[in-house]
């Protein structure tokens, strides 16, 4: 299991206050796009506009119009599965665990379907932070743990680097954070 901070509220206080940098270019955003760096910091919590579709082992494991996302400075959205609309019995808790300072302590699952195996595919938070209370009973997914992650018929790719679970889209817009060299956005 990972560890956690022993003091969490230090922690949390230690990366609200870490000075972030910005990249030197932007890439450009036309109509119906979104850039990564008009997102807020601390994130923000909104409703999906868009069908959420996941596939692993050659199954959809999960499928919903009622998704929530959250969009933070420098990441592509996070998508949050209710958990009604997910294959649960396909998962396995792990004893991974992570710590956001804005959402809390997060859990993550294995995804098992006959012999395919995705270790930490995805990944909740039990008892989310306000304001993302709205997160509990939600699942994210890592769309480059599944063998696909679709946003309505558009194929998502996965941000970049092994930490980060954003989605990818045609519309959002970088450069975004995960690759080397990227730690102090």
Same mark, same amino acid.
């Given at each position: 299991m990972?560890?956690? &901070? ?5 922690e949390?206080?230690r990366?609200? @206050?870490f000075?972030?940098g910005?990249?030197? #270019?932007? #890439? /450009?955003?036309g /109509?119906?796009?979104?850039s990564v760096?008009d997102? /807020?910091?601390? &994130?923000?919590l909104?409703?999906a506009r868009r069908? !959420?579709?996941i596939?692993? *082992?050659? +199954? ?5 119009t009622? %998704?929530?996302?959250?969009?933070e400075?420098a990441s &592509?959205?996070?998508?949050?599965v209710?958990? #009604?609309?997910?294959?649960? #019995?396909?998962l396995?808790?792990?004893?991974q +665990?992570?710590f956001?300072?804005w959402k809390g !302590?997060?859990r993550?699952w294995?995804?098992?379907? *006959?012999d395919a195996? @995705?270790v930490?595919?995805a990944?909740?938070? &039990?008892n989310p932070d ?7 009973? $939600?699942?994210?997914?890592? /769309?480059?743990?599944?063998e %696909? ?9 996965? +941000? %970049?680097g092994d ?6 889209t045609d519309e959002?817009? *970088?450069?975004?954070?995960g690759?080397p060299g990227t730690g $102090?956005w």
């Amino acid at each position: 299991m990972a560890r956690l &901070p022993d003091d969490l509220d230090a922690e949390r206080r230690r990366w609200r @206050s870490f000075r972030r940098g910005r990249p030197a #270019e932007r #890439e /450009p955003v036309g /109509p119906g796009e979104e850039s990564v760096w008009d997102y /807020p910091r601390p &994130p923000r919590l909104e409703r999906a506009r868009r069908r !959420v579709r996941i596939e692993f *082992g050659g +199954q959809c494991i999960a499928e919903s119009t009622r %998704a929530l996302r959250v969009c933070e400075t420098a990441s &592509p959205p996070v998508y949050y599965v209710p958990a #009604e609309d997910v294959r649960r #019995e396909l998962l396995e808790e792990s004893a991974q +665990q992570s710590f956001c300072e804005w959402k809390g !302590v997060a859990r993550y699952w294995t995804l098992r379907v *006959g012999d395919a195996v @995705s270790v930490d595919a995805a990944w909740s938070y &039990p008892n989310p932070d306000a304001p993302f209370e709205a997160l509990r009973d $939600h699942l994210a997914f890592y /769309p480059g743990r599944v063998e %696909a992650a679709w946003l309505d018929d558009e194929r998502v790719r996965p +941000q %970049a680097g092994d930490f980060y679970g954003g989605w990818v889209t045609d519309e959002i817009k *970088g450069p975004f954070k995960g690759d080397p060299g990227t730690g $102090h956005w």
